[in-house]
């Protein structure tokens, strides 16, 4: 938070960001712990996808999508995005002046509670698994755990396809999920917003003794924990506002999106990040 | 060309531009038959892929493209990405004062001289199928050809990914081109860059029968024909040079890239779109 002493309004909205759409699986479990609060989402969806780019690219695109939120005036600023919140969450916090959650912090929390071999398979990008971020926020409240990782880089498209039941998903997780089965891990974190989707094949794969991570929910869980301690949960009993920007298409971004969010997406926004 | 009469050096290098490494398989068989020629190569690898995203935000991706490439002194541009060519080679024209080829009108003459039944099949992107680009380069040729088009989302990360060969890629195929084998295409065209690594398995899905058309090749034949034409064929008995362009990280390029290129990738460069 830069040294800076700032006060934040209660009534001001909470920012999330993602590179698309997948941020919403975190966003729709934040408004179902926090019904009042003024949500806005930014997808950075011209840009699309972060989990395959480099770490400077990665950094570079989550300041601007930070920026954009932060002149909007939020509270709080939520990185939805497992490959933004691994590479890019200390520079954003040496940059922004507002409190900022990740979603691997919480993954990382949930899966150390879950565990009882100290056997963690974790699953992402593969952005999120070169940065090594997961296996060292895990292994800090868990010194002994092992951590097994492993990229799914077919794992997006398949769920953005729509392609979350059938053969070619099963046989995509076969394929990837093989090693950390042989491993014996008894938790596995979806480390990936788009993941979730894909939960139904990735349980079957794994079989049901190991317990699937999902950020969302924990991140969601955070971002409560921390407006409250800050006295900023928004409750003055009626309901929040969601707005969603995107920096391309809304209309491509409301088909796709709907999926994530659960219902319709009214309120989509075109903003220009390059100005 | 913007009505300028503009004199080029044949000397000059040619340029090619794709959003990442699948314009490699055009500039492959380019330097197969222009082994003289120096060639720069474009890859937008921060920004990929462009075949999900908007026609205003391919636009304004592939004029950006093109600048950098002009600014070299290129006597040629090659826009070796099916999306590109399908949204933006009129805005392309009318801004830059170069020959520039697309991909797909050389992909729709060879589907053309290809078939008997005049049933053509074309598969590629969201994007490129939304354009219509090929349907009306192909009946501009033939008035009465009944053109099928299908987009395949998966074909694009499925050859990224290596998975060309095998059950994912032979049953996501099977599920994408049912269609066009009902409808008894005699022949498809591969309207995307990455999906000639993918040839076996469509191949193996649509029969023997079925001629698929590769635009790489055909498209590398225009470039000799504009060349030659124009009295530009670089032929001082030197072998030309490579130069390859990204504008995400050079090292995740190379490696990915020698499956497109079929060597490894040598003098590989950063620059930056966005300056």
Not at 202 to 229: C, F, N, Q, Y
């Amino acid at each position: 938070m830069n040294g800076q002493t700032v006060h934040f309004d209660r009534n001001a909205p909470v920012g999330i960001f993602d590179s698309g759409v997948g941020g919403l699986t975190v966003m729709r479990q934040i408004r179902r712990l926090l019904p009042q609060e003024h949500l806005i989402y930014l997808g950075d969806t011209a840009r699309v996808p972060y989990g395959t780019k480099s770490p400077e690219t990665v950094i570079r695109y989550a300041t601007r999508c930070a920026q954009t939120l932060t002149v909007r005036g939020i509270k709080l600023l939520v990185v939805a995005c497992n490959t933004a919140s691994a590479y890019a969450l200390d520079a954003l916090r040496a940059a922004l002046p507002v409190p900022i959650i990740g979603v691997v912090e919480p993954g990382a929390q949930a899966a150390v509670r879950s565990t009882h071999s100290g056997k963690i398979g974790v699953i992402g990008t593969p952005g999120t698994v070169r940065s090594g971020a997961y296996e060292r926020a895990i292994r800090q409240l868990a010194p002994d755990a092992r951590v097994f990782l492993q990229a799914c880089p077919l794992f997006v498209p398949l769920a953005e396809e729509g392609w979350v039941r059938g053969d070619v998903p099963f046989l995509a997780a076969n394929r990837y999920l093989g090693r950390l089965k042989q491993r014996q891990v008894d938790t596995l974190v979806l480390g990936c917003t788009h993941y979730p989707l894909l939960r139904g094949v990735i349980g079957k794969v794994m079989g049901p003794d190991v317990s699937l991570v999902d950020s969302a929910r924990e991140t969601a869980r955070e971002t409560r924990r921390i407006l409250s301690a800050a006295g900023l949960i928004r409750n003055n009993g009626r309901p929040g506002k969601n707005l969603f920007l995107v920096t391309d298409n809304p209309n491509t971004f409301s088909g796709t999106g709907a999926r994530f969010w659960g219902h319709p997406l009214e309120h989509v926004e075109w903003v220009d990040l390059n100005p």
